[in-house]
């Protein structure tokens, strides 16, 4: 499973809120709800977060075995 819990310590160290994501760089609320609910996103809208937050994909997101 991809997990986006490190992309809200990183937005939060970098001064970016989801309000700037939305109004400044015309990210969708859909798309914010799809990394709130670990759900799919594009390998544009993560290349997107990593440039506007100027960081590597591992401070976006992290990747967590299945347990099956």
């Given at each position: 499973?991809?997990?986006?819990?490190?992309?809200?310590?990183?937005m939060?160290?970098?001064?970016?809120?989801?309000?700037?994501?939305?109004?400044?760089?015309?990210?969708?609320?859909?798309?914010?709800?799809?990394?709130?609910?670990?759900?799919?996103?594009s390998?544009?809208?993560?290349?997107?977060?990593?440039?506007?937050?100027?960081?590597?994909?591992?401070?976006?997101?992290?990747?967590?075995?299945?347990?099956?």
């Amino acid at each position: 499973m991809i997990a986006y819990d490190p992309l809200w310590e990183t937005m939060r160290r970098k001064g970016i809120t989801t309000y700037a994501l939305i109004k400044q760089f015309h990210f969708s609320r859909g798309t914010l709800d799809s990394l709130k609910q670990n759900r799919n996103i594009s390998t544009a809208t993560l290349n997107d977060l990593c440039s506007i937050l100027s960081c590597r994909v591992e401070d976006v997101l992290r990747y967590i075995p299945d347990q099956g």
